[in-house]
């Protein structure tokens, strides 16, 4: 997994009100939970550009006075109308303590089935992992050389070679390749003539 730093301050006060001073001065007000006790910080909303708009899940480094955590991204909260983040949640990991993450899903090679004439349809864009943070991958690389007009790579097809597990139901479908009504045309065509 890649990682990414962030610079942080603890919070004062927590509660409405002071969330919403905190916000004016354009920081997020955070939460970062999984240690020995929570931790109430801000960071700056400009701070959160490269960690909001990527596919990739990072290691966040973050740093609140002086103090260093490592963690990930559990959940964030944006504004109903303007969609700016408005609250993050961060869960602290630790090398010996098994997390569980969405990682982006990666298809490689050239479709049998698409140069058949059906349509790639990309059916899970993540894929949920449990595992050590050294050992999950930055993405889940899925090879579709092979898969042909309706067939589809399921969750229990992805090879994760022991190092971690995937936390979908094994029949979920990844990748499909799905018939065209032209694909289905030319079939039905080339049944007439044969």
């Known amino acids: ?21 905190t916000r004016v ?23 959160f550009r490269h960690l909001l708009f990527t596919p990739t899940v990072y290691i ?4 609140i006075d002086g103090n260093n955590y490592n963690a990930i991204i559990k959940d964030l909260q944006f504004h109903p109308v303007t ?11 630790s090398d010996d303590k098994p997390i569980t993450v969405e990682i982006p899903v990666k298809l490689n090679g ?40 309706g067939k589809s790579i399921r969750a229990g097809e992805i090879i994760t070679g022991g190092k971690y597990e995937v936390v979908f139901a094994k029949e979920t479908p990844v990748a499909s390749v ?12 080339a049944a007439k003539k044969g």
Do not use: W
């Not at 799905?178 to 065509?189: K, P, S």
């Open 83 to 93: 969609d700016k983040l408005i609250h993050a949640d961060f869960y602290e990991i």
């Open 1 to 21: 997994m890649e990682s990414i730093a962030l610079k942080a301050s603890l919070r004062k006060e927590t509660g409405k009100k002071s969330s919403k001073a």
């Open 25 to 47: 001065q354009e920081n997020i007000p955070c939460v970062l939970y999984g240690g020995k006790e929570n931790v109430n910080f801000i960071a700056s909303e400009s701070d």
């Open 110 to 149: 050239s479709s049998k089935g698409v140069r058949e004439g059906g349509k790639l349809v990309m059916d899970k864009r993540k894929v949920k992992v449990k595992g050590f943070v050294k050992d999950i991958p930055a993405e889940i690389d899925i090879d579709i050389t092979d898969l042909g007009v």
């Open 178 to 189: 799905r018939t065209t009504r032209a694909a289905a045309a030319a079939a039905q065509e």
């Open 60 to 63: 966040v480094h973050i740093d």
